[in-house]
């Protein structure tokens, strides 16, 4: 192509772009007034270092006609910390159907509030009244307070919340329940009607609560859950020509919890190793597929020989444990790696060949990784074909194609590497 048909393409590739983002903005949805919440049953889980929230609402159409779809607000207090949200329709506690949820924008918003759109597994008749149950993940939600303690101290952590289930429809009832990690609980929001009960605090049964209502609800207790952060994973899989796939986890994972006060004392650690320093997290459990073989666990210095490997089942649970126990702020790095039978993984239609795996393990219960970075290795000759990448709306992705060259290659083997980040939970 010439210049002049180059710079042609560009300016109509911006106009084009242009064009797209005039029509998503002018495409605001508009909320159906309508729409009701009879009654909502808003279950708040801080038993680890991630805030579940599930929320049970029970919907009714008012109006004449039959909306698809119904809008979610987020928490105002935690919006800017979502890891994931889903939405399914359940019917006498069975679930039916697994709903679509993406983020919109609506006319005449309130102010900093994201929505989300959810659509019904079928349109909500008139007089209708259909339940949805909408999951919702928040990270680093709980702040330590105080920020910095002892090694033998308690680490307590501080909550905050919009106490209503922040909708943009009316409500009829609402009962808020928050589950603790602990019964150890040092304040709670004191709004009536509310009762504590050991490691449960209840609030409601609430009646004719307005859209958008606001009261900031905290809540300050004991929280010796491991909060660990997997900051980096680098992901390498290899597919060799032989039927095997071996694959290599590079791990920078964080305790972020209350910061150590102080020097550690490793004589104080060893004399009490159980009951003292609640918060030091002294090991965790990976579960690895239960085909894998040869694995490995070191870091810079060496091969690591305080962890134990469990063959089960359905995994193999691999017990991590560092060198050092982890305090707040402390930080470890290690290599985790096995190999598995390509057959497992590999399939085969002619001289066509699919490969399907998980996109990370398990490397501990409730885990977050804020990056990864994997890199898959196809055998020396092979043609890339079509590619499905797992993308939410909270994680962005980026790839990038390389020529990967190893001991008897001679043209080099295609290494695919995108990259994620935000990811909550296994996929």
Not at 370 to 387: A, H, R, T
Request: include cysteine; hydrophobic fraction near 35%; charged fraction near 20%.
């Amino acid at each position: 192509k010439t210049k002049l048909q180059q710079q042609v393409m560009r300016l109509l590739a911006t106009f084009l772009c242009l064009l797209v983002v005039a029509k998503v903005s002018l495409s605001a949805d508009t909320l159906d007034s309508d729409i009701k919440n009879v009654d909502i049953d808003m279950f708040i889980d801080l038993t680890s270092h991630l805030a579940q929230i599930t929320s049970t609402i029970k919907l009714t159409n008012e109006g004449s006609r039959s909306p698809d779809a119904f809008h979610f607000a987020l928490d105002p207090y935690n919006s800017a910390k979502l890891s994931f949200i889903g939405a399914k329709e359940v019917e006498d506690d069975v679930d039916v159907a697994v709903l679509n949820v993406e983020s919109t924008t609506v006319e005449n918003p309130q102010k900093d509030v994201q929505y989300y759109r959810i659509q019904f597994s079928k349109p909500l008749k008139p007089r209708n009244v259909v339940t949805i149950v909408v999951d919702t993940v928040y990270s680093d939600s709980m702040q330590p307070l105080p920020k910095e303690i002892l090694q033998d101290d308690s680490q307590l952590v501080k909550f905050t919340a919009n106490l209503y289930h922040f909708s943009p429809y009316h409500t009829s009832a609402e009962v808020v329940t928050v589950k603790l990690a602990s019964k150890k609980i040092e304040s709670y929001t004191q709004i009536r009607p509310v009762n504590a009960n050991e490691d449960r605090v209840t609030y409601g049964p609430f009646s004719d609560i307005a859209p958008y209502k606001k009261q900031k609800l905290s809540v300050h207790f004991e929280n010796h859950s491991p909060f660990l952060t997997t900051w980096r994973l680098e992901r390498w899989i290899e597919v060799s020509h032989w039927g095997n796939i071996a694959v290599e986890e590079k791990m920078h994972i964080q305790h972020t919890g209350a910061k150590l006060k102080g020097s550690f004392s490793r004589y104080d650690f060893q004399k009490n190793p159980y009951g003292g320093s609640p918060s030091a997290i002294r090991s965790f459990r990976t579960l690895l597929p239960s085909s894998a073989r040869d694995v490995y666990y070191r870091d810079e210095i060496g091969n690591i020989s305080t962890s134990h490997l469990l063959e089960q089942q359905e995994a193999i649970e691999v017990e991590i444990r560092p060198r050092f126990p982890l305090f707040g702020g402390w930080q470890t790095r290690y290599t985790l790696g096995y190999n598995l039978p390509s057959y497992e993984y590999l399939y085969q239609s002619g001289t066509h060949y699919a490969l399907k795996m998980r996109l990370m393990d398990h490397i501990y219960d409730n885990q977050f990784v804020d990056e990864i970075v994997l890199s898959i290795v196809l055998p020396e000759g092979c043609q890339l074909g079509l590619i499905e990448w797992f993308v939410t709306q909270f994680s962005h992705l980026e790839t990038s194609n390389l020529s990967h060259h190893t001991l008897w290659t001679q043209r080099g083997r295609i290494s695919i590497t995108p990259t994620w980040t935000q990811l909550e939970g296994q996929f």
